[in-house]
């Protein structure tokens, strides 16, 4: 059997909630001038947003630009109630969007085009370009906004909108890995057009990054389904679904999958743009 035929996805969806007063304080979350990992359970009702434009939604933001932080992009995890939704999501008008939708189905509405995007659904939206979301549905629609400034070249154009589903992508697996590793690319690595890309990692059980990658990319990874060790800077770190880790440019990274199933994430990286040479912020 292929490991990356089309199985059955459970991607982790953030409840809310509060533990009880019994519980203990004390959990996994980090941050350091490297990384930070925001653990499942630390997103829970007390640290939700709210946001102009928005009806019947809520979100934890996992990521935003900062000193000693993120520097090039803003996650969310958003979380719409049945009738919710925006005809005004986006207040930047240089800001380009990914959706990856983890529950419920969401409408979505670019220009004059409306699509469905159930679990697994991914959107790219071009910057300045006008959209709308709203579930029509019974069940809350979860999704991912990662949200990332467009850094426009002389002579090469805009992307174009994409509208997939993962289960539509045949994951490109890495060279020399027996199908152990695998990548879900929505779109082209050598396609200019794109300063940043959204992907799906799957490992496989026993599945590893084999060395310390040092890169000057950004990274934000929020993992959807499985278990893992994760090589962050100096230290390793256990990682279960519904854990969100971000690592700073040239933080080392490498990673063991170690559950008894696939370990899979969401991840964010910026591309394909000289670094900028004036002063940060």
């Given at each position: 059997m292929n490991v990356f035929s089309k199985p059955?996805?459970?991607y982790h969806t953030v409840r809310g909630g509060l533990p009880g007063?019994?519980?203990l304080m004390t959990g996994r979350a980090i941050f350091t001038e490297a990384y930070a990992v925001l653990p499942a359970g630390v997103m829970r009702d007390i640290v939700t947003s709210y946001f102009p434009h928005w009806e019947?939604?809520?979100?934890?933001?996992i990521a935003r630009p900062m000193s000693g932080f993120a520097e090039t992009f803003s996650q969310y995890v958003m979380e719409v109630a049945p009738g919710g939704g925006s005809d005004r999501p986006e207040p930047d008008s240089q800001a380009q969007a990914v959706l990856f939708v983890t529950a419920g189905e969401l409408g979505l509405t670019i220009n004059s085009d409306h699509s469905i995007l159930k679990p697994g659904g991914y959107a790219y939206i071009p910057a300045g370009t006008k959209w709308a979301v709203a579930n029509n549905g019974s069940e809350n629609a979860c999704f991912h906004w990662v949200r990332k400034r467009y850094e426009a070249v002389e002579g090469i154009d805009h992307p174009d909108v994409i509208v997939t589903n993962e289960q539509d992508i045949a994951p490109t697996p890495m060279p020399d890995t027996n199908g152990c590793w695998a990548t879900t690319r929505f779109v082209d690595p050598e396609d200019l057009r794109h300063?940043?890309?959204v992907t799906i990692v799957t490992f496989q059980p026993g599945g590893v990054i084999p060395f310390e990658e040092t890169?000057?990319?950004?990274h934000g990874l929020f993992v959807l389904e499985g278990k893992a060790v994760y090589k962050l800077n100096n230290d390793w770190v256990e990682v279960e679904a519904g854990d969100f880790m971000w690592l700073r440019a040239f933080c080392p990274q490498a990673c063991y999958a170690g559950g008894p199933g696939p370990f899979r994430y969401l991840l964010y990286k910026d591309v394909?743009?000289?670094p900028s040479l004036k002063p940060f912020g």
């Open positions: 059955n996805r459970n007063q019994t519980e019947r939604t809520r979100g934890w933001i300063d940043m890309h890169h000057v990319m950004e394909n743009r000289h």
